[in-house]
């Protein structure tokens, strides 16, 4: 029983939570200039900077291979590099 009540939940949780930002479409509002913004990234051969800006006002920075997405959640103020089959998923 406990299960099926922990399907539902995660189904109920996947309904209503808001759609996946893709951080590479979004366009940040400023750009960052502050001395509270995270140490400055550097890719490699091969990958990419990924920034976003979240509702908050955090900007955040992480590195990507170059076929891999930018994927950004902001009701959760996560990050991280999507695949290249299943995008932001």
Known sequence: MSRKLAALAVAVSLVFAPS???????????PAK?????????????????????????????????EEPCCAWDLISYVKCGSTITGCL
């Not at 996946?20 to 400023?30: E, G, L, R």
Request: charged residues 25%; hydrophobic residues 35%.
């Open 20 to 30: 996946v930002v893709t951080a590479q479409s979004a366009q940040p509002k400023a």
């Open 34 to 66: 502050s001395a509270s913004t995270a140490a400055t990234v550097k890719a490699g051969k091969g990958e990419k900077v990924c920034r976003y800006r979240f509702s908050t006002g955090e900007l955040r920075s992480w590195v990507c291979k170059k």
